[in-house]
T-cell receptor, first 114, second 114 residues
Framework: SAVISQKPSRDICQRGTSLTIQCQVDSQVTMMFWYRQQPGQSLTLIATANQGSEATYESGFVIDKFPISRPNLTFSTLTVSNMSPEDSSIYLC???????????FGPGTRLLVL | AQSVTQPDIHITVSEGASLELRCNYSYGATPYLFWYVQSPGQGLQLLLKYFSGDTLVQGIKGFEAEFKRSQSSFNLRKPSVHWSDAAEYFCAVAGGTSYGKLTFGQGTILTVHP
């Protein structure tokens, strides 16, 4: 299994500012994933982050808005840039378990933009 | 593109009653299917998964799911619901080369009456 922690757990931010969310895993993993869960909605994949290469973004998400770093095999950050109230969501980090057959999720970062 | 439909947004059952949560998927090849549970304020927990083989899969907490290719369904069942099962349940499908790129259904909120 993989234990994932995220910081911060929640935050309240002003529009126009940026927030960086950290994701730490207790083991080395090849791929890390960032999801967004808007209020009352399901989870949507934002991007896939591989160590040593640029993140791959899903349709509707762009690097300028959600820059991602992946400096090593246990850590990643997601920045939500120039925030608006529409960015209020839970942001979750996830990783594949050993063998790739199980996906583990972090506890999420609950973001409220005023 | 793959998609997942959970027709029931909200289900209410009495404690001790049986439960079935519906999930229909759309995917061109053999799907990898998952059920996750999200309790209030908690992260996502994997209940069970189907990759191949026996179409009836057993999961944690007494849950099971049956894969029916002819109906493109992967319904989740539990013979006797406990009050602690109250949560939101998500069906998800993975495709392509990564199990981590999940497409989630809209979720079903389960309320359990004593």
């Amino acid at each position: 299994s993989a234990v994932i922690s995220q910081k911060p757990s929640r935050d309240i931010c002003q529009r126009g500012t940026s927030l960086t969310i950290q994701c730490q895993v207790d083991s080395q993993v090849t791929m890390m994933f960032w999801y967004r869960q808007q209020p009352g909605q399901s989870l949507t994949l934002i991007a896939t982050a591989n160590q040593g290469s640029e993140a791959t973004y899903e349709s509707g998400f762009v690097i300028d808005k959600f820059p991602i770093s992946r400096p090593n095999l246990t850590f990643s950050t997601l920045t939500v840039s120039n925030m608006s109230p529409e960015d209020s969501s839970i942001y979750l980090c996830s990783v594949e378990g050993t063998g790739g057959e199980t996906q583990y999720f972090g506890p999420g970062t609950r973001l409220l933009v005023l | 593109a793959q998609s997942v439909t959970q027709p029931d947004i909200h289900i209410t059952v009495s404690e001790g009653a049986s439960l079935e949560l519906r999930c229909n998927y759309s995917y061109g090849a053999t799907p990898y299917l998952f059920w996750y549970v999200q309790s209030p304020g908690q992260g996502l927990q994997l209940l069970l998964k189907y990759f191949s083989g026996d179409t009836l899969v057993q999961g944690i907490k007494g849950f099971e799911a049956e894969f029916k290719r002819s109906q493109s369904s992967f319904n989740l069942r539990k013979p006797s619901v406990h009050w602690s099962d109250a949560a939101e349940y998500f069906c998800a499908v993975a495709g392509g080369t990564s199990y981590g790129k999940l497409t989630f259904g809209q979720g079903t909120i389960l309320t359990v009456h004593p």
